[in-house]
């Protein structure tokens, strides 16, 4: 719901808008948009709506430059977790090939153990 309206300034001039942000960040949006017109402009030049683009489309550009690191470096952290996923799966794999696997031949298991017994003299089986 939008609230009362706010005054913000920037390029020299006042302007009154009526949005449903917080007053704070309405006010420190203004100040990021009359800084970076600051920095177009001339000392000493009128502001012009011609400059007032130039602010937007450089604001505009950082936006775009930023969100595209981000998906990058989102990119970057899928392709590791999924590189670090299959390394796990692996090695999961691996232990579990390694208890399943039959006993060597040069090993008895506990059940082919050969076992001698003594029936004393004269007692052969």
Do not use: C, W
Request: glycine share 4%.
């Amino acid at each position: 719901m939008p609230k009362g309206p706010v005054e913000l300034r920037v390029g020299g001039q006042t302007y009154r808008v009526v949005a449903t942000a917080d007053e704070a960040d309405l006010h420190r949006l203004a100040d990021v948009v009359d800084a970076r017109l600051r920095q177009l402009t001339a000392p000493g030049r009128q502001v012009s709506p011609q400059s007032l683009l130039l602010a937007a489309l450089s604001l505009a550009n950082d936006l775009e430059d930023e969100r595209n690191r981000r998906l990058r470096s989102e990119q970057r952290a899928r392709e590791m977790l999924s590189s670090l996923v299959s390394r796990i799966d692996a090695a999961l794999e691996a232990d579990s090939a390694e208890l399943a696997a039959p006993p060597a031949a040069s090993e008895p298991s506990p059940d082919e153990a050969e076992v001698e017994f003594d029936f004393g003299p004269g007692l052969d089986p």
